[in-house]
């Protein structure tokens, strides 16, 4: 689904890749990529990522869900409101993207988006599973740990897509938290990783602690906690291998490291040291990481309920261009 957005005034005469980065506060190159793979566009007229915004232009974001809240959003603003306002319309879309996997009394599973946290965080201001919950009327009555992670009981980094699991009780809370502190609940991904992996089915066990360069980096170091990756191999392509991955652990960046440590980043990860020209390449902004399964025994009535996702149209589309280019 797509969801289209008018040109704010202070764009209007600006280039569209330049547009682009700064509504969506990405790089150049990145908005570049965006527009170049068309799901970034303008209504009506072909448009190169040099093409200059008309004030009666509409960019319309394919990879964002059409609501009335565009322009809900932009009604009574003056013009210069409406520069402030660009990352609330993104921050809703995402919020409006994010669709219900599964839904009881005690349990949601949420398809979250990419640019969506799965809870409050010191720094960060975009959208969050809980608030979107909340925002549609799907109550998480669990009150056990953090005020700001309620119901929470394993996550996904905010550039991550794919499903997650919410309880909506505390009953269920204290139920998964053993599930998930036992690894019996099975958690699929599907990752996108450079070169060929040499192995058709490996394990990686490796101790996960935090980089001493940064804040936000992971590395495999001796005073890590332990962490264990399975993965097998579903299609290769020479320039990269697409493999399913099973956490027996669930440490923070875990894929994303551990494949690192051996040789083979995910595409399109800049923070793990990716090729940047492959990602461009196959107009990837992000790393090509999903959750795509999650199997668990339910809290309350024993019984295990498997859940399905798909690929976001990003992924798709670069998964695509990756077996084009491998022919």
Same mark, same amino acid.
């Given at each position: 689904?797509?969801?289209?957005?008018?040109?704010?005034?202070?764009?209007?005469?600006?280039?569209?890749? %330049?547009?682009?980065?700064?509504? +969506?506060?990405? $790089?150049?190159?990145?908005?570049? /990529?965006?527009i170049s793979n068309g799901t970034v566009h303008i209504v009506n007229r072909k448009a190169n990522k040099s093409?200059?915004?008309?004030?009666?232009?509409?960019?319309?974001?394919?990879?964002? %869900?059409?609501?009335?809240?565009?322009?809900?959003?932009?009604?009574?603003?003056?013009?210069?409101?409406?520069?402030?306002?660009?990352?609330?319309?993104?921050?809703?879309?995402?919020?409006?993207?994010?669709?219900?996997?599964?839904?009881?009394? /005690?349990?949601? %599973?949420?398809?979250?988006?990419?640019?969506?946290?799965?809870?409050?965080?010191?720094?960060?201001?975009?959208?969050?599973?809980?608030?979107?919950?909340?925002?549609?009327?799907?109550?998480? $009555?669990?009150?056990?740990?953090?005020?700001?992670? @309620?119901?929470?009981?394993?996550?996904?980094?905010?550039?991550?897509?794919?499903?997650?699991?919410?309880?909506?009780?505390?009953?269920?809370?204290?139920?998964?938290?053993?599930?998930?502190?036992?690894?019996?609940?099975?958690?699929?991904?599907?990752?996108?990783?450079?070169?060929?992996?040499?192995?058709?089915?490996?394990?990686?066990?490796?101790?996960?602690?935090?980089?001493?360069? $940064? /804040?936000?980096?992971?590395?495999?170091?001796?005073?890590?906690?332990?962490?264990?990756?399975?993965?097998?191999?579903?299609? @290769?392509?020479?320039?990269?291998?697409?493999?399913?991955?099973?956490?027996?652990?669930? @440490?923070?960046?875990?894929?994303?490291?551990?494949?690192?440590?051996?040789?083979?980043?995910?595409?399109? /990860?800049?923070?793990?040291?990716?090729?940047?020209?492959?990602?461009?390449?196959?107009?990837?902004? +992000?790393?090509?990481?999903?959750?795509?399964?999650?199997?668990?025994?339910?809290?309350?009535?024993?019984?295990?309920?498997?859940?399905?996702?798909?690929?976001?149209?990003?992924?798709?589309?670069?998964?695509?261009?990756? +077996?084009?280019?491998?022919?």
């Amino acid at each position: 689904m797509q969801n289209n957005m008018p040109v704010p005034e202070d764009l209007v005469g600006c280039r569209f890749d %330049v547009a682009i980065a700064k509504l +969506r506060n990405i $790089s150049r190159s990145k908005a570049s /990529d965006l527009i170049s793979n068309g799901t970034v566009h303008i209504v009506n007229r072909k448009a190169n990522k040099s093409a200059l915004l008309l004030s009666s232009d509409e960019i319309i974001f394919e990879d964002l %869900v059409s609501e009335n809240f565009v322009a809900k959003i932009y009604e009574n603003k003056t013009s210069k409101e409406e520069s402030q306002v660009s990352n609330q319309i993104l921050n809703q879309a995402i919020e409006q993207s994010m669709t219900i996997a599964y839904k009881d009394e /005690d349990i949601v %599973v949420v398809d979250k988006p990419v640019g969506m946290a799965a809870h409050k965080a010191q720094g960060w201001c975009g959208p969050t599973v809980g608030e979107a919950l909340e925002k549609r009327g799907i109550g998480i $009555s669990a009150t056990a740990g953090d005020e700001n992670r @309620r119901g929470i009981v394993s996550r996904l980094d905010a550039g991550t897509s794919g499903l997650m699991l919410v309880c909506r009780t505390d009953f269920a809370y204290e139920e998964m938290k053993k599930q998930f502190a036992n690894h019996t609940v099975k958690k699929t991904y599907y990752a996108l990783v450079q070169g060929n992996l040499d192995k058709d089915k490996a394990t990686i066990e490796a101790p996960i602690g935090r980089a001493k360069v $940064s /804040d936000f980096r992971f590395t495999i170091t001796p005073s890590g906690k332990p962490a264990i990756t399975h993965w097998d191999v579903l299609e @290769r392509f020479g320039q990269a291998t697409l493999a399913s991955v099973n956490l027996e652990t669930g @440490r923070t960046h875990q894929i994303r490291v551990h494949f690192t440590s051996i040789g083979h980043p995910l595409v399109g /990860d800049s923070m793990y040291g990716a090729n940047p020209v492959l990602a461009q390449k196959l107009g990837l902004t +992000r790393q090509w990481l999903h959750s795509m399964e999650l199997t668990f025994t339910h809290p309350r009535t024993g019984k295990v309920i498997t859940v399905k996702s798909n690929y976001p149209s990003d992924l798709q589309h670069a998964l695509e261009a990756m +077996r084009a280019l491998s022919k």
